[in-house]
């Protein structure tokens, strides 16, 4: 630390300079110079030591653009000090500053803090603007980072300003992925509603959205009321008219009926992971490394209209130190035990329905566990497993947390904070040949 003051003092004196950075902005008349020193920024960077072999005199011109020349001296004393402070506005503008200079330890340490403070509150909001940076420049670690973040904590975004600066690619991209937690569809629905409002896309576009959302999810009495209510529907009625029409078959006949006729497997049949208690509840398990615990809930037995009245019960099993049959006690030949492992275990749920019922012909159930944790100050989902019927648990499920640690980021004052959300997928026909 000593040393990191020296050199910061060395940088603020100026003292023993002999080159000096003046860094001009683009299309203005403000310039920023600063004294430096060869060597630091030679070994620091191989652009500096190019730039620096090839100058005519004691100064060297840089033109960055106005975001970046107001950042560059936090750049230079970085060079200096192997330190920097970041707020979230200055992240993109110093990222590029390390990428055009070659400072590749800033600049992964740039994407990491980005991808770590994903969640941080800003007043205009920032993931849009970073996942379209990394977009630009091929960051496909910070790009699906940021995706990731939107698609699974698409509630709370919806919500925000951040939501009407969306790109249409983005849009459009987000509205075909299954993984996306918020809800419900309808949510999904009236915040493309608003998108559109404020953002007056093409004809094109809206269809294209307004196609990818999945009305068989929506309740029929709110598809009846976004017919007659929603000006957006109305205006381009025509354009989803069969997928509407689609929606309310499925709604009034059962899955087994509907599957003789239809592809059950597109994607209007296929659920998202939606919040609502119909399909599924949180669960919050105090002290989660003490012993095992079991919880019941309902869900609706599917998302059509058919079925609205039909639940299934689910009974959920958390356990915080489950050992696989390889790793338990065993007896020797002699009839002697050999010794049980004593390193902990892994934790385990399982989910499975409490019975069965012929109601579930043609229906086969996606289990989603969500883990939420806190981040920045604000619960956000931390992790989500996905397990399907024939496995009834999730194999990796907490694999790398550590609960016994009282700040694991796993858990939220001590506990594991989980929501369960089950998914039911249809399964068209095989039908035999006479």
Known sequence: ??????????????????????????NTDEVKVIQAHTLVLALQSDVFEELLLTRNNSAVVLRETPDCAAVFDKFVRYLYCGDISVRLDQAISLHKLASKYHVWALQQGL?????????????TGHVIGWYNYALQIGDMVLRDSCLQYLSWNLSSVLQSGEWGSISEDLLLSLLQRSDLILQSELELYEALEAWISQ??????????????????MI???HLFRLQKQSPLLQKHYESI??????????????PIQLAKYFDVNCSIFTPRNYLSTSWGSPWVINNPTRDDRSFSFQTQLGPSGHDSSKRVTWNALFSPRWFPLSARSTYTELGAMQPTRT?????????????????????SFQKTVIVMARQQGKVVVRHVYNFHQSTEEAGDFLVD????????????DSSLYLHIV???LYHTLIVARK
Not at 241 to 254: G, I, T, V
Not at 343 to 362: K, L, Q
């Open 219 to 221: 309740p029929p009495q």
């Open 1 to 26: 630390m000593n040393l990191v003051q020296r050199m910061e003092t060395l940088l603020a004196l100026g003292n023993g300079s002999d080159v000096t950075l003046r860094v001009q902005t683009i």
């Open 199 to 216: 953002n007056q896309p093409v004809s094109s576009t809206v269809e294209s959205a307004l196609r990818a959302v999945r009305y068989g």
């Open 241 to 254: 008219r069969d997928l509407l029409y689609l929606a309310f078959q499925f709604h009034s006949a059962s």
């Open 343 to 363: 390193d902990g275990g892994r934790p385990r749920i399982i989910v499975t329905p409490a019975t069965s019922s012929p109601d579930f012909a043609g229906v």
């Open 401 to 412: 947390a550590d609960l016994q640690r009282r700040a694991s980021e796993y858990l939220i």
């Open 422 to 424: 089950i998914k039911p």
């Open 111 to 123: 994407t990491q803090y980005m991808t770590q403070h994903l969640s941080s509150d800003s007043p």
